[in-house]
């Protein structure tokens, strides 16, 4: 079955500094991988996806995340970060089966002045 | 604006009584779904629908009923809420089950007591 693992329920990150959120996979067949990105009190937001092509894929807000097929990871970059960026991220894998999307438990992203 | 809306946002109820959670969407997608968001859980589906009349279960679908009699609405009706149905729900659409980006509204806090 297709899952989708967030190691880290917290990382902590000072303004300017980049940052690194995890996440790794387990599929059978091509991945179709996402992030999303939820603000307080808000909904989820899109930030961007992998589904073929260049391993290092460009989003919004100056996020980017690299997959990598070896390792079964897709952790969302940004080179420097800013204190607006704290929020919820959610890494999810498509379901090959059922099209579904399988979500993460999300990894909190604090980023200090 | 292209936008998912629900309503209430926050609702506080008690077992056993009735309630009806609306979601709507302005963007005539085919597929919506609903999802619960607990803390260490991440996102769960409740159930979802492909197009008009046409409603499946997700992940967690125990307690929940769904209609989409019309495309641009899809109700989540808890008929005997309880205390474990306490959650943060949301709801989504896309253009298709297979479309690459889900949008979410807002969410409804629900609270049983």
């Known amino acids: 079955a297709q899952s989708v693992a967030q190691p880290e329920d917290q990382v902590n990150v000072a303004e300017g500094n980049p940052l690194t959120v995890k996440c790794t996979y387990s599929?059978?067949?091509?991945?179709?991988l996402f992030w999303y990105v939820q603000y307080p009190n808000r909904g989820l937001q899109f930030l961007l996806k992998?589904?073929?092509?260049?391993?290092l894929v460009k989003g919004s807000y100056g996020f980017e995340a690299e997959f990598n097929k070896s390792q079964t990871s897709f952790h969302l970059k940004k080179p420097s970060a800013l204190v607006s960026d704290s929020a919820l991220y959610f890494c999810?894998?498509?379901?090959?089966?059922?099209?579904?999307?399988?979500f993460g438990t999300g990894t909190r992203l604090q980023v200090f002045p | 604006e292209a936008q998912v809306t629900q309503n209430p946002r926050y609702l506080i109820t008690v077992t056993g009584k009735k309630l009806t959670v609306t979601c709507s969407q302005n963007m005539n997608h085919e597929y919506m779904s609903w999802y619960r968001q607990d803390p260490g859980l991440g996102l769960r589906q409740i159930y979802y629908?492909?197009?008009?009349?046409?409603?499946d279960k997700g992940d967690v679908p125990e307690g929940y009923k769904v209609s989409r009699k019309e495309k641009r609405n899809f109700p989540l009706i808890l008929e005997s809420p309880s205390p474990n149905q306490t959650s943060l729900y949301f709801c989504?659409?896309?253009?298709?089950?297979?479309?690459?980006?889900?949008?979410f509204g807002p969410g409804t806090r629900l609270t049983v007591l």
């Open positions: 599929v059978s067949g091509n991945p179709y």
């Open positions: 629908s492909m197009n008009v009349e046409v409603t």
């Open positions: 999810a894998v498509r379901d090959g089966d059922t099209d579904k999307l399988i």
């Open positions: 989504a659409s896309s253009l298709s089950v297979s479309a690459d980006t889900q949008y």
């Open positions: 992998y589904i073929t092509g260049d391993n």
